[in-house]
């Protein structure tokens, strides 16, 4: 296995990033290099990591979706009730990474982690298909299952509970964080491990914007 790791070598060189060229928002500049990430169909564009904290100090991370960005922060959905939930009430503050292969980028997001409205939660609740609506009544998530009959089973109840209502309520355990970046860092690959690193921070109102060694 080492040998096989160790031989793993690729070389970054498909574009360069500049200061000059990017924009002065963080958010804006995202936003320009998912539409980028839609346009090269990179696999899975939204799927980003999401690394929390416990209540000992350690790190958890897992990939969930990003379903809303705009100036206002990063939005995704999840049970308020598992353990990352959990996590985010102790310790607010957590990263989002994400890893798009295909343009050889990466972008790493800091900051804090809150709530969105009832009503934001409930109309992205909505749009979802019924039998993903129904997973987030019935999976106990993070919890210990049985077995995956007993999950089926579950989901099954849960069908039967609600099969005579055209429209599912959505569960009050399950909702959408948004999060508030006060940092977002850009990575392009570049050639001989010299990649482009720019780090946005956000300085009261106003993204300040450097350059890092790689
Ligand atoms: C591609 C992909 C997308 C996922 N999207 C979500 C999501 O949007 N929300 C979510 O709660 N879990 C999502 N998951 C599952 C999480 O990674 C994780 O298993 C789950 O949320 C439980 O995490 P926790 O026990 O740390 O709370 C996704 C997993 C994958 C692989």
Redesign the pocket.
Known sequence: MKDYLNKLRKDYSMMGMDEKDVDKDGIVQFEKWMVDAANAEVN?PN?MV?S?VDKNNHP?S????L?DVSSKGFV????YE????H?IEHQSMVALNFFWVELERQVRIEGIAEKISQVESNEYYASRPRENQLSAWASP??KVVGSRAELEALWRETEMKWKDQIEIERPPFWGGYIVKASMIEFWQGRAGRLHDRIRYRLEKDAWAIERLGP
Do not use: C, M, P
């Open positions: 899975e799927a999401l929390t958890h897992r990939i969930v979706l379903r995704f959905y999840t049970n598992s353990d990352k939930g996590e998530q993070s």
